[in-house]
């Protein structure tokens, strides 16, 4: 990783991934912008910086990718052929974009080279690479003398904004699916972590995807961002971020072609705890909820219900736990959390932590930064949180646990879900008819009971109110990457009616 790289717009046609010199010209000349190694807080790269005329020529590329190009045409097999040969690529360089991840948001090098590139990417482009041949349409009864068929064709070209805290999962959510229908896509990474996706552009081109398919652009979001959202040309767009913003993209796509918008937004996830619970599993999992990747996971379980009967044991177990997290560089194994993904978000999580002492809550340990260099910040837990506190209301997207106690089950569940957000919860329980009451309760669009944070390629994911519409993964995205054509012919054989 010794040179600085200039990594342009990267569209299909042309393609550029260069390893330049930063004063280099690249291919796409423009402006750029660094993008930050976070333990450092060095310059990595610099990157180009989409503006809108690039955005408009990646829609331009994907257009006739779309209305004149193969992929739309070859068949469903071929389709999952490219992607299945996608897959052994993205396996084989594994490593390498493990290490552009991990590199670029500070996340665990174990976690990134170890689950998210086999289990979340290969696997996912795998999965899908196994629908597009079994996505189809119906034979209906109509009452008439009519043949009724619906087609499940493609929608068209796919806007798709995707965030950093996990680069290349998230490139592979919303990729993966959108190709095995037949789309083609124009996808704009984060700012802050424009590096894994570059490779993996590079990568689509080497497994056959036609010039066009997909156009992977770096930029910002208020102008790459909004030129996506408010494009007239592009059919559909897919959003994971802030709640914030996704009313922006909803915004922008309601003011120019009405497209479909599909959201995955904020969360404010209730993790509760019923006294019967296996102690110490509730402990390791309650942590591993709000604490992995950071705490920057919107499902992250940052409402910490425990029952009163067990409180002050869980507080003291749970104290423990966070005092024994190892905090350090993200490439050392045994290190179990890496610095936050940039400066900005560093400072708004120490904002949140004098807000939590301000708001009366109780500091039980950490609070402050690691160091002097690298946005490292200690595991910090507040007790005695009241609902009504900024901490347990905004969805703070860092290492900081809120724990709060109560005494019923129906007050669990009506606490749980006084919140805008409703994108996950974890319940803790040996108890069957408890796991049943709040499975359904909880108005949340993913229900860990005795788990949290199991993902596969087949659960769907997703939220309720504020956490978003439509789902990723699984058979449900597919309705989000299709749309229904149906077709009337006349029946002329009145023998067989
Ligand atoms: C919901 O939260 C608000 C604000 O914290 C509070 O005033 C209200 O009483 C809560 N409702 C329930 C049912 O807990
Ligand atoms: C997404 O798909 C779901 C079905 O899984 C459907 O109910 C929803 O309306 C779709 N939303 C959009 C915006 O396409
Ligand atoms: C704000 C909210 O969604 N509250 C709901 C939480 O769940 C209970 C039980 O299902 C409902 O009664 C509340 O309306």
């Known amino acids: 990783m010794g040179s600085l790289w200039t990594l342009p717009l990267v569209s299909l046609p042309l393609c550029f991934f260069f390893f330049l010199q930063r004063d280099s010209i690249g291919a796409c000349p423009g402006e750029t912008f660094p993008t930050v190694d976070p333990r450092t807080e060095e310059v990595l790269a610099d ?177 790459a961002g909004a030129a996506i959202s408010s494009h007239m040309d592009i059919d559909k767009v897919a959003f994971t971020g802030s709640t914030e913003t996704g009313k922006l993209v909803m915004q922008a796509a309601a003011r120019s072609n009405l497209k479909p918008v599909t959201l995955e937004l904020g969360g404010k996830s209730p993790f509760i705890i019923m006294p019967d619970a296996d102690i110490d599993q509730a402990v390791e999992l309650s942590h591993f909820a709000l604490f992995f990747n950071q705490g920057q996971c919107c499902c992250a379980g940052s409402r910490t219900f425990v029952h009163e009967s067990i409180y002050d044991e869980y507080i003291e177990k749970a104290k423990a736990r966070a005092l024994k997290r190892v905090v350090g560089d993200p490439f050392k194994s045994g290190v179990e959390q890496g610095p936050q993904v940039d400066k900005a978000q560093f400072e708004k999580i120490l904002s949140y932590i004098d807000v939590g002492r301000h708001e009366g809550a109780n500091l039980v340990t950490g609070g402050t930064r690691i160091g002097n260099k690298g946005y490292y910040i200690q595991p910090t837990i507040f007790s005695d949180v009241k609902d009504d506190m900024a901490i347990s209301r905004d969805e703070i997207f860092g290492p900081v646990q809120a724990v ?29 008819d408890t796991a049943n009451t709040f499975s359904r309760a909880l108005r949340v669009g993913s229900v860990w ?33 299709t749309q229904v054509k149906a077709v009337v012919t006349p029946l002329r054989n009145p023998a067989w009616l």
């Open 449 to 481: 009971i005795n788990c949290y944070d199991v993902f596969d390629a087949a659960i769907p994911f997703g939220g309720y109110k504020m956490s978003g519409q439509g789902r990723e993964k699984g058979e449900y995205v597919l309705h989000n990457y």
């Open 47 to 223: 990157v180009a910086k989409a503006d809108v005329e690039d955005i408009n020529r990646a829609v331009k590329a994907a257009r006739k990718a779309f209305d004149h190009g193969p992929w739309p045409r070859m068949t469903a097999y071929e389709r999952s052929k490219i992607l299945l040969k996608y897959a052994d690529l993205l396996e084989k360089h594994n490593d390498e974009l493990a290490t552009l991840d991990s590199l670029d948001s500070g996340k665990l090098y174990s976690q990134s080279q170890g689950v998210e590139i086999p289990h979340f990417v290969t696997r996912l482009f795998r999965y899908y690479a196994g629908w597009a041949d079994k996505i189809h349409g119906k034979t209906l009864p109509a009452d008439g003398p009519h043949q009724v068929l619906t087609f499940h064709e493609p929608i068209g070209v796919v806007g798709q904004i995707i965030p950093w805290n996990f680069p290349m999962v998230m490139f592979a959510w919303k990729v993966a699916p959108a190709l095995a229908c037949g789309n083609t896509i124009v996808l704009k990474t984060a700012e802050q972590t424009p590096l894994s996706a570059c490779l993996a552009a590079k990568l689509a081109v080497e497994a056959g995807l036609p010039p066009g398919v997909l156009n992977v652009v770096s930029g910002f979001g208020e102008t």
């Open 404 to 432: 709060t106690k109560f005494r019923t089950v129906q007050e669990a569940i009506e606490r749980a879900n006084n919140t805008t957000y409703g994108l996950a919860a974890g319940v803790f329980t040996k108890d069957i």
